[in-house]
């Protein structure tokens, strides 16, 4: 099935340590997406990637981290700079060019 | 900065009404825009605009574009109360790959 898998689903951090969210898309899709959805709020752009060893921040990329060492993987690591992590993180795809975007089912990160 | 403002915030209204959503933007280098349906976790997609004036519809669901103002609207006719979700628009940016999202609209539909 061709698609795209987040992983967790879940995750509790305490407060100070990293996290990784997994993104893995099986689509071939050239640029990847990391957004950040708080309640009630619309998504706001993290970071995005349009090819492999390329990314670019989003709008809110403080306290973010990203790599693109595989065309199918985009993980983003939540560091301990991030302020207020607590959110639910969407992942998403798109081929280059013309098209509509992909998501995944999404993480809830919270932090205890 | 690209920027997309979405409006009303959140509807309330009952079954069988007909609702509008409204979204207008600001991008640099505008390709297209894009409406999605979030209802519980994953936005699915809905529409993909590129030039003034010509409708795009789906059922119940029709949307068009303005690119002078520039705007989007999504008119949803005989709402039903599967219509209840978060609606999102979005914008891509040609030159960079962007793709901005707004706010969203909140929509209820009371049986």
């Known amino acids: 099935d061709g698609g795209i898998t987040q992983s967790p689903k879940y995750l509790f951090r305490k407060e100070g340590q990293n996290v990784t969210l997994s993104c893995e898309q099986n689509?071939?899709?050239?640029?990847m997406y990391w957004y950040r959805q708080d309640p009630g709020q619309g998504l706001r752009l993290i970071y995005y990637?349009?090819?492999?060893?390329?990314?670019q921040k989003g709008d809110i990329a403080e306290g973010y981290s990203v790599s693109r060492e595989k065309k199918e993987s985009f993980p983003l690591t939540v560091t301990s700079a991030q302020k207020n992590p607590t959110a639910f993180y969407l992942c998403?795809?798109?081929?280059?060019?013309?098209?509509?975007?992909?998501f995944g089912q999404g993480t809830r990160l919270t932090v205890v | 900065e690209d920027k997309v403002v979405q409006s009303p915030l959140s509807l309330v209204v009952h079954e069988g009404d007909t609702v509008t959503l409204n979204c207008s933007y600001e991008?640099?280098?505008?390709?297209?825009l894009l409406w999605y349906k979030q209802e519980k976790k994953a936005p699915t997609f809905l529409f993909m605009l590129?030039?003034?004036?010509i409708e795009k519809k789906s059922g119940r669901l029709s949307s068009i574009l303005d690119k002078k103002e520039p705007f989007s609207i999504l008119n949803i006719t005989a709402t039903q109360t599967g219509d209840s979700a978060v609606y999102l628009c979005?914008?891509?940016?040609?030159?960079?790959?962007?793709?901005?999202f707004g706010t969203g609209t909140r929509l209820t539909i009371i049986p």
């Open positions: 998403a795809s798109r081929d280059r060019g013309h098209t509509e975007a992909f």
């Open positions: 689509l071939n899709h050239d640029a």
């Open positions: 990637s349009q090819i492999v060893n390329d990314f």
């Open positions: 991008v640099t280098n505008f390709r297209s």
């Open positions: 590129t030039s003034s004036g």
């Open positions: 979005a914008v891509d940016n040609f030159g960079n790959e962007k793709l901005t």
